[in-house]
């Protein structure tokens, strides 16, 4: 019978192999998994590609995992905030790679990768330089550029609340990413604030339905990551 | 004739057939018609999520006549029910579902199934008919795992499991698996690997109402 | 101020024009936004493309406006049914063009059309006959079809309650084109089983957002097709 | 220096030139920043809805200190508020509203124009500096009308203004209009026509001022 639940954010990220890509949802702190990924920086895989619209804040969540050293590569919008820290200095270096998406392409390519659709065309980034290399197009006398889906194996991602089918929806603008990269990865891990019966979630307002997730933890108070930066908190915490 | 009739499963048995094989926690897509019946087979201690392409994750039973609402069908245009734990979705996020390889299962009818896996089951090509596809080429494009349930053969008593279709395509290499009233056939590596014979049915006369050449498993030797 | 109710479905409708692409929500008569049909029937333009699931029952709602021979073709998936009478009529006589669409490529391409993709890359139809003379390419060693956006003049779409905004909800499975059509459309016109003020849906349950919706009015006992096609009724009514 | 400084208008003034032309009903996205003012001086009698790329449409006020909630943010990250009539969606549905053309009004600040309407203001192309485009590159790609507002010259008195942009560009033939301290520009068939001037700045003045040829409107002369 179906029960997507797991009982601790250990156990819910064990089998995440050195060299997997992991998309990391969140807008900044927004709908950033912060335990799903400290529970990644003491499981300690390596060489990971992280797909994520930032690059992470102070010494905490994203950062923390960087800061590890886990990272080989990030896609990703907008690495540079003005209190990351950490990727800036090991980018500098070359000692992490990026990849810079425009925001809607990188949230296209994803639900792409979720939808089966290996590539499609669009206007942003044409005549700069990061569609420099890329293949272009012309439709209706119009010139596109050729974007080609991202997939993941695994995804992890923030939700508001949860069912046992996996069934989720999500708190306010915390929703961002979540939903396309619940599609896009081949095992999708969600840290829920609570887990509730199914049946409590109106039909008509599920947000990701349980077939995109496979496993669910209960985080009830989740950190703000913001506090964590502002207190100048450092994961593994001291 | 009169032996012929008598041969084999069931449509009932087909159902239950296909239902053995779909595992605990499955989403399945059941296609419209005989692979509707899969639904009231499903062994006990088995949670199977249903998905209907117009929107649906986790459709139930058939309405109960009275409590009909037209804006709750399945693909048949059915009036069927909603699970606690459904979830209702637009067309494009549906089939997203299907393309994107998250749906496990899709139980479909078949015209003709070539050995190869090909499947055709949306045009019989007649020139006078009204051409309709629906969902049917997405789902052999986007489901991992094709199970056809189908009779043997046509009312003609023709074979449907042919060499080559002579049925316009729905999908090349797609079947998995074909349940049919005589025998359990595994599409492998191209062959036609027969998994099990109906009660009464030999090897030899499955061959005989099949237009390709079949194969022995060790299960059916 | 933002205020997109109107009064009446001829006004709804009055600009529709000789020539232009309409698409029709619904999946059979679920989500049929048939009293919208209805009054476009009694406005009378002519030669339009008709993008729609299916092609109608009986004698009223799309069957109706195609009787009429309002419509010059239809971008369909499905134009059979038990019931309908009128597309196979005026199809064999080749008084109406048809393109065959997969279900799933149809909504794909509309809703490419209302995101500005104008083309994406699908598995579907590949090496069968709807996939004749388009174009393949490879994407890790898989083929795939070019599949080209769906655009319209005119959306005409039935919901089940919306608000001033053009905020929208709709009923179990009679959803299913009707938010991807909304978008893809330079004027959608909906029908609302009630308008309800402004702050009345949960802002985390809106499924369609009002900046793709321009005129909504309200129908707030929506004739059921099955029914009308049950009794044989016939639009115009007699 | 001294008169320089006085010249033109203020911050607030070239908010209130931006939100002059937006009209009643509009959907808009204002960037991070000094486009962010625009919201506080529309015109009386209008209403304009506001759409944030992070997913919410209908956004409303900075959040009152003591009621921020982190999990409602605008682009910039701020602290804000929904209106009622509010929707929120994932980030690929916000980006199916900006490149889909559904948007009708961008607001975003500059590094430079082009006398042809090209935009750069994601990178100033300084080798160590870390690249980060956000969501520049989709709003200008998808958004008809994309306002620009700035300052005339940089805080060195180079012109931002230019007859080529010298940093990587956003977006080529992109802006519709220009807000500066000294000036309204429309851009118009890759021309740069001056609109209207700042109180005590002439034509000349603005044309020295400007790293491109300016063009007299008849309101301008």
Not at chain 2, 54 to 83: C, F, H, Q, R, S
Request: with cysteine; charged share 20%.
């Amino acid at each position: 019978m179906i029960n997507k639940i797991v009982s601790n954010t250990a156990e819910a990220v064990a089998d995440i192999f050195d060299g997997a890509t992991i998309m990391i949802s969140g807008f900044g702190e927004a709908g950033s998994p912060v335990e799903l990924i400290h529970a990644l920086v003491d499981q300690g895989a390596r060489n990971l590609t992280v797909v994520s619209n930032n690059a992470g804040s102070g010494h905490v969540g994203l950062a923390a995992l960087i800061e590890n050293r886990q990272v080989g590569k990030i896609i990703c919008s907008f690495p540079r905030t003005s209190i990351s820290v950490v990727f800036p200095e090991l980018y500098r270096n070359g000692e992490i790679e990026l990849e810079l998406v425009p925001q809607g392409t990188l949230a296209e390519r994803i639900r792409a990768g979720g939808s089966g659709i290996p590539a499609f065309y669009t206007r942003t980034s044409v005549n700069t330089q990061l569609a420099e290399n890329k293949e272009l197009r012309s439709f209706n006398n119009k010139e596109y550029v050729l974007e080609k889906a991202i997939v993941a194996d695994f995804a992890l991602v923030k939700c508001h609340e949860a069912d046992k089918y996996g069934n989720l929806i999500y708190n306010k603008t915390a929703r961002n990413f979540g939903p396309v990269m619940c599609m896009a990865a081949k095992t999708t891990i969600v840290q829920a604030r609570k887990i509730i019966e199914v049946g409590e979630i109106d039909p008509e307002c599920v947000v990701t339905p349980g077939i995109f997730v496979h496993r669910v933890v209960e985080i009830s108070n989740p950190a703000d990551e913001s506090k964590l930066v502002a207190e100048e908190r450092r994961y593994p915490w001291k | 004739m009169e032996i012929k009739e008598k041969l084999g499963w069931s449509v009932n048995e087909m159902a239950q057939n296909v239902a053995r094989d779909i595992q605990d926690g499955a989403y399945v897509n059941l296609g419209i018609g005989m692979p509707e019946l899969v639904a009231g087979f499903i062994p006990e201690g088995r949670e199977v999520i249903y998905h209907t392409e117009n929107g649906l994750l986790g459709m139930g039973a058939v309405a109960v006549p009275g409590t009909e609402d037209p804006e709750l069908v399945n693909a048949g245009k059915k009036y069927v029910t909603a699970i606690p734990g459904a979830a209702y979705f637009h067309h494009a996020d549906s089939f997203a579902m299907i393309r994107g390889g998250h749906i496990d299962i899709c139980v479909l009818g078949a015209y003709q199934v070539s050995e190869e896996g090909d499947l055709a089951n949306w045009s019989t090509g007649v020139v006078d008919a009204i051409p309709a596809v629906g969902g049917a080429m997405d789902l052999v494009a986007g489901v991992e795992t094709i199970f056809v349930i189908t009779k043997h053969c046509t009312k003609n008593g023709d074979p449907k499991i042919v060499k080559k279709c002579t049925y316009p395509l729905t999908g090349k290499n797609v079947v998995s698996s074909i349940y049919s009233d005589l025998a359990i056939i595994d599409v492998i590596d191209k062959r036609l690997v027969v998994r099990e014979l109906a009660p009464g049915v030999s090897f030899e006369i499955l061959q005989q109402q099949t237009g390709a050449t079949l194969h022995k498993s060790k299960l059916s030797e």
